[in-house]
């Protein structure tokens, strides 16, 4: 089985799973070199943006996770929101001719809930309107788009190719971004309290309501999600219960002994959507998957891991 994007974060993580399960795994990655460095994965550095490199890397494989992706924090998405198009676009199109033209078994697409629309209410696959989160537009109509082309490979050909879409929530844990132009909120807040920073500044008021579900909860519905799915049916790896950035927070300094931090919440900042819930219930039904991993663990994992790789 074939995974890009191997030096990312879902990348890197699930190639540790597969490896553990035995699996063959052939990985590409472009200019970051992966972390995992093991002879029996077959690695090759590609850029997928041009489909004669998608073509090369997709010859006698079976099985696809499509995990390559330009990704970003919320300061990038509120200045530069254009870097998330074309080079994505390109990458996810042709990646789809290329296995296609190998005659894959199945592709795995990783969407994401920026697709769906800012309710009060958590959002089930069908909820999908076109309408987005003003400072999601241009990320959530490129992931849309990969969707609906999904689709058409899946059901609008007299040979379809078996397409799986994937929406997680907000995901966090080891090897994740956390160099201050990437980092999500997660890996942000870990590096500010490791460092003990002075004043503990956090963007926006804290009060934000999301999704946060650990890896390796993720990895787990990912791979039941490409085994059970033959039908094209988007679907929803989320942790189903919502919190606030404070209830984040505060785990977060809990976990680096950091709980007299000076915190500072700054408004001016930019932020994303102020709140997403998400709905899995049909992951329960289809998948009969569920996270098993609480925020108060995972922050603790993902912090020891810190800790541990950047000390």
Known sequence: MLVT?????????????LLLLGADVTATFYEKRPFIKDDDIRYIQSDLRFSENCME???????????????????????TPLVHLTPNILMNMNMLEAAYEAEVEKFLFMSSNTVYPFTDFPVKEDDITNKFYKSY???AWMKRFTEIVCDMYASSIKMPMKTVVVRPGNLYGPFDKFDWEKSKVIPALIRRAVEKHDPFVVWGDGMDL???LYIDDYIDGMLLAMEKLDDFQPINIANGLAVTIR???????????????????DASKPTMIPKRMIDISLANELLSWSPKVSLKEG???TVD???????
Not at 5 to 17: E, P, Y
Not at 248 to 260: C, G, H, M, T
Not at 305 to 311: A, F, G, R, V
Request: net charge negative; aromatic share 12%.
């Open 305 to 311: 891991w810190y800790k541990e790789i950047y000390s």
């Open 210 to 212: 999301k999704d946060f």
């Open 137 to 139: 537009h241009i990320v």
């Open 299 to 301: 922050i603790q994992r």
């Open 247 to 265: 209830d984040v927070l505060k785990e977060i300094l809990i976990a680096a002994d950091y709980q007299n931090a000076p915190v500072e919440y």
């Open 57 to 79: 890397v997709c010859e006698n494989i079976d099985y696809i996770f499509m995990c390559a992706a330009n990704t970003s924090g919320a300061k990038v998405i509120a200045t």
């Open 5 to 17: 994007g191997a030096a990312g974060f879902v990348g890197t993580n699930l190639i540790k799973r």
